[in-house]
Antibody, heavy 115, light 110 residues
Framework: EVQLVESGGDLVQPGGSLRLSCEDS????????MTWVRQAPGKGLEWVAN????????NYVDSVKGRFTISRDNAKNSLYLQMNSLREEDTAVYYC????????WGQGTLVTVSS | QTVVTQEPSFSVSPGGTVTLTCGLT?????????PSWYQQTPGQAPRTLIY???TRSSGVPDRFSGSILGNKAALTITGAQADDESDYYC??????????FGGGTKLTVL
C-alpha cells in the first residue's frame, strides 16, 4: 500500500525557516501531482500548495505565496515544502497528499511557530 | 475570494441516511469542480472517501456515495454506523490549479 511519510516539523520562532519532507514508498510518485494541506489546531483543512509531475507548475494559496516553496525530487520519491518568514498563524499539522484530488494522505507533521 | 460552504454540524440515527452538502457562496457546484470528500476522526489524518464527484476511493464501502444535488455537491451516507461519527470535508477545484476546502461538517451518530 502506498505510504506517505512526512518529516521536518518542529518548533520555530516567528521569522524563522523550516523545510518539510514527504517520502512516498510507492512506485508511481513521478506520475502524480503532489499537494500540501495544513490544519491549524482545532480548525479545518486548508489547501496550501501543489506541484505537477515534473515540477514545472506550482500553485500556492495566497497566504503563503512568496514565503513557501514547493518542490520535488522524483529520483528520491520525495516532496518538499520550504517555509520561510514563518508566522504564528502558520502553526499547523502539515499533510502531504498524492494527486491534485488528494487521494492518499500522510500522517502529518506538526509545525509550531512561537516565541 | 472563493468560499466553500458546508453545514457546521449534522446528526443522524444509527441505520439512518444523511446527506451532507458542499456549496459555493457565489455560483453552483458542478462536476467541473471535481468535488472530493474526506473523513477525519480526531488525531488522525484525513481519509479520502469520494473524488471526482462520485468515484469511491479504494476500500470505501458503497454506503458512501457522492453526487450533485441541485447547485451543490453532496455526500450521502446510507445505513449510518457509530464509527461514521467524524468530521467530513469537501474540496472543490476553483481553476488555475487552485483548490479550496469547505469548513467541514461534524457528524454525530446518535
Amino acid at each position: 500500500e502506498v505510504q506517505l511519510v512526512e518529516s521536518g516539523g518542529d518548533l520555530v520562532q516567528p521569522g524563522g525557516s523550516l523545510r518539510l519532507s514527504c517520502e512516498d514508498s510507492g512506485f508511481t510518485f513521478s506520475s502524480y501531482w503532489m499537494t500540501w494541506v495544513r490544519q491549524a489546531p482545532g480548525k479545518g483543512l486548508e489547501w496550501v500548495a501543489n506541484i505537477n509531475q515534473d515540477g514545472g507548475e506550482k500553485n500556492y494559496v495566497d497566504s503563503v505565496k512568496g514565503r513557501f516553496t514547493i518542490s520535488r525530487d522524483n529520483a528520491k520519491n520525495s516532496l518538499y515544502l520550504q517555509m520561510n518568514s514563518l508566522r504564528e498563524e502558520d502553526t499547523a499539522v502539515y499533510y502531504c497528499a498524492k494527486g491534485q484530488q488528494m487521494g492518499r494522505w500522510g500522517q502529518g507533521t506538526l509545525v509550531t511557530v512561537s516565541s | 475570494q472563493t468560499v466553500v460552504t458546508q453545514e457546521p454540524s449534522f446528526s443522524v440515527s444509527p441505520g439512518g441516511t444523511v446527506t451532507l452538502t458542499c456549496g459555493l457562496t457565489s455560483g453552483s457546484v458542478s462536476t467541473s469542480h471535481y468535488p472530493s470528500w474526506y473523513q477525519q476522526t480526531p488525531g488522525q489524518a484525513p481519509r479520502t472517501l469520494i473524488y471526482s464527484t462520485n468515484t469511491r476511493s479504494s476500500g470505501v464501502p458503497d454506503r458512501f456515495s457522492g453526487s450533485i444535488l441541485g447547485n451543490k455537491a453532496a455526500l450521502t451516507i446510507t445505513g449510518a454506523q457509530a464509527d461514521d461519527e467524524s468530521d467530513y470535508y469537501c474540496v472543490l477545484y476553483v481553476g488555475r490549479g487552485f483548490w479550496v476546502f469547505g469548513g467541514g461538517t461534524k457528524l454525530t451518530v446518535l
